[in-house]
């Protein structure tokens, strides 16, 4: 159960609606309760119907019950309990599935000058702050301080995506030869201080779906492995221990196995905090190589494989998403019930782009109104880390980066994890 402060009554009659919206929408669910410093108010809209009281009055209800929950603020908190979204694949009496620990990001492509208005206006399609915001980096880009600085000031943590190549000059697939011959250290240094200097934690994902032969640097893993571990201890000497690393592969197809083609590309316990997958559902019209896919279908065998191997690491889903269709509104709710039924997945970010311009599908989770509304009722109802859609920080790390004292936390401190590596203990 999360706990919050109610400071609005617009707020409090918005979130009382939804409830009503939702469970009148599926009579299975348990009545709406309100617990106020253990008093509990019988739902006594259990009884209620679409047929038998007028539409306008539940609106009305709900105003009137926003304006007094906001009454009670400064002396009562106000509990409430996330609304579970039950997969079609899970038994419709079995219990509804914890929620703690699950929370989402999003892929957010605006840059610099836009990026602000960009990614508030994708709070405001959610109607909550995503926990995380994912950017995509070069060597040409550097440390992307005003991204973080954007994030920080709605309490969003951020995902960098550590693209290993020049977008000036692509196709150098003797990148990872560079690396080890100590051409990039200069750039990692540079990165390493910066990323330190901003006192927020941050998420990098080194040479992200280095298994897949799209990459740069694809499909070669003894030296893949080498170059992050280079990359890692560069890092390590310049103390940037509010990095966290992630390796994030792409799921196996086909013939390919886990022990084959990503186990090889592991650079070790030690160098990592997290270990992620990226998968999607191409759907039916994007090459003859793709077919319309179901969630189970893209990442079940990379999960089971990952759960195996890398015992005691964080696992994030760190890309997904699905084309558009007739079916893609349930596919997002299918996803929901597999991600909060499986205990081990605590992230999941949504690559919300439409890439149709580059011949990809329309990834966005709002592409038709049924896929939003079941997205956002997913955030606003199993979100557990950010309930509600935050404030910006008046407090936020500014753009010189010398806001918070030595030793500063910024708003999020590290968090705790079982991993060993760099970022969360430090490594030795």
């Known amino acids: 159960m999360k706990t919050v402060r109610l400071g609005n009554w617009r707020v409090g009659a918005w979130r009382f609606w939804k409830d009503f919206e939702v469970r009148l929408s599926n009579w299975k669910m348990p009545p709406p309760r309100l617990i106020i410093k253990g008093m509990r108010i019988p739902g006594f809209f259990k009884t209620l119907s679409r ?3 007028p539409f306008p009055v539940l609106p009305i209800c709900a105003i009137f019950a926003g304006m007094w929950l906001c009454a009670c603020e400064g002396t009562r908190t106000v509990s409430l309990k996330p609304l579970p979204i039950l997969s079609q694949a899970l038994s419709p009496d079995a219990d509804p599935p914890a929620t703690e620990s699950k929370t989402f990001g999003i892929y957010q492509w605006n840059k610099d000058s836009t990026y602000d208005a960009g990614l508030q206006g994708e709070i405001n399609s959610l109607g909550i702050s995503p926990t995380y915001a994912m ?13 973080v600085h954007y994030n920080a000031l709605r309490n969003i943590r951020t995902i960098l995506s550590q693209e290993l190549c020049s977008y000036t000059a692509k196709g150098d697939f003797h990148v990872l030869d560079s690396i080890l011959a100590g051409r990039w250290d200069g750039y990692f240094r540079r990165f390493a201080r910066e990323a330190k200097a901003c006192h927020q934690p941050i998420y990098y994902r080194f040479g992200y779906e280095m298994n897949g032969d799209w990459m740069d640097w694809g499909e070669q893993p003894v030296k893949f492995a080498k ?42 316990d030690r160098y990592v905090d997290i270990v992620g997958v990226d998968g999607y559902n191409f759907g039916d ?3 003859r190589n793709h077919h319309w896919s179901s969630y189970t279908e893209v990442f079940q065998a990379s999960l089971d494989g990952l759960k195996a191997h890398f015992r005691g690491k964080p696992l994030w889903i760190t890309e997904i998403g699905c084309a558009e269709g007739a079916g893609k509104a349930a596919w997002i709710q299918d996803f929901f019930g597999h991600f909060n039924a499986d205990p081990a997945l605590r992230v999941f970010v949504w690559f919300n782009e439409d890439k149709q311009y580059a011949g990809e599908p329309n990834w966005r989770f709002d592409s038709d109104k049924d896929s939003a509304e079941r997205f956002r009722t997913w955030a606003i109802y199993n979100n557990s880390i950010t309930p509600y859609t935050l404030p910006l920080r008046e407090n936020a790390l500014p753009l010189d980066g010398n806001a918070l004292p030595q030793g500063g936390s910024g708003p999020f401190p590290l968090e705790e994890s079982k991993s060993a590596g760099m970022g969360v203990s430090g490594g030795t």
């Open 135 to 147: 950017f995509f980096v070069d060597k040409d880009m550097g440390f992307p301080k005003e991204i």
């Open 227 to 268: 170059a992050w571990r280079h990359a890692w201890r560069i890092f390590r000497e310049e103390k940037a221990g509010n990095v966290h690393w992630v390796f994030s592969a792409n799921v196996i197809w086909g013939n390919r196995t886990i022990a084959k083609d990503i186990v090889p590309y592991y650079p070790g």
């Open 285 to 287: 019209n994007h090459s």
């Open 51 to 53: 047929r038998s009281i």
